[in-house]
T-cell receptor, first 115, second 115 residues
């Protein structure tokens, strides 16, 4: 089984619908991240969390919210999806060193299409 | 603010040929530098990282990268490319002095390997 698991892997939805992408990890890491990948733009950070009580906005948090239900679970929500949120979404984890000094461990991605 | 530029969107090389992928960064001090690889349908995997010390770093799968402060570069190299190296490659920078807790990714270089 993968260390970082994302569900669903693919989702097609309509404008205005609420969508939740879920991430769970078995690495025992405290730090979890949500990134968005768009062609030609690379990866951009949406939100990150250093523990269950710590949530921080990233570069592009508008239109998104997150929930850290447990150390191992970090969910990303789109309250009212719009077409420009069509993208590939990645969850990642890291140890205490964080993204600066440590290694990010990525899930396999969730491809979201908003019609 | 820190940033990363990968000038080559797509590179095609023959199997067995050498490879160099370019990465330039912008940051006022010594950054933390990373190369990640994304195989089709997969999440990103760390190839190698540079924090300090020896400017030539070795990574997995036979890759290496050289930090050149004078050129603000961290180019990725491999002496002999294998067909399995076909993937997308991302350079990333961490900015330890800004207090930021995330990596900034380049836009990626897609590598095609021809027989």
């Amino acid at each position: 089984d993968a260390d970082v698991t994302q569900t669903p892997r693919n989702r097609i939805t309509k404008t205005g619908k609420r969508i939740m992408l879920e991430c769970s990890q078995t690495k025992g890491h405290d730090r979890m991240y949500w990134y968005r990948q768009d062609p030609g733009l690379g990866l951009r950070l949406i939100y990150y969390s250093f523990d269950v009580k710590d949530i921080n906005k990233g570069e592009i948090s508008d239109g998104y919210s997150v929930s850290r239900q447990a150390q191992a679970k970090f969910s990303l929500s789109l309250e009212s999806a719009i077409p420009n949120q069509t993208a590939l979404y990645f969850c990642a984890t890291s140890d205490y060193g964080g993204a600066l000094t440590g290694e990010l461990f990525f899930g396999e991605g969730s491809r979201l299409t908003v019609l | 603010a820190q940033s990363v530029t990968q000038p080559d969107i797509h590179i095609t090389v023959s199997e067995g040929a050498s490879l160099e992928l370019r990465c330039n960064y912008s940051y006022g001090a010594t950054p933390y530098l990373f190369w990640y690889v994304q195989s089709p349908g997969q999440g990103l995997q760390l190839l190698l990282k540079y924090f300090s010390g020896d400017t030539l770093v070795q990574g997995i799968k036979g890759f290496e990268a050289e930090f050149k402060r004078s050129q603000s570069s961290f180019n990725l190299r491999k002496p002999s490319v294998h067909w399995s190296d076909a993937a997308e490659y991302f350079c990333a920078v961490g900015a330890p002095l800004t207090g930021a807790n995330n990596l900034f990714f380049g836009t990626g270089t897609r590598l095609t390997v021809i027989p």
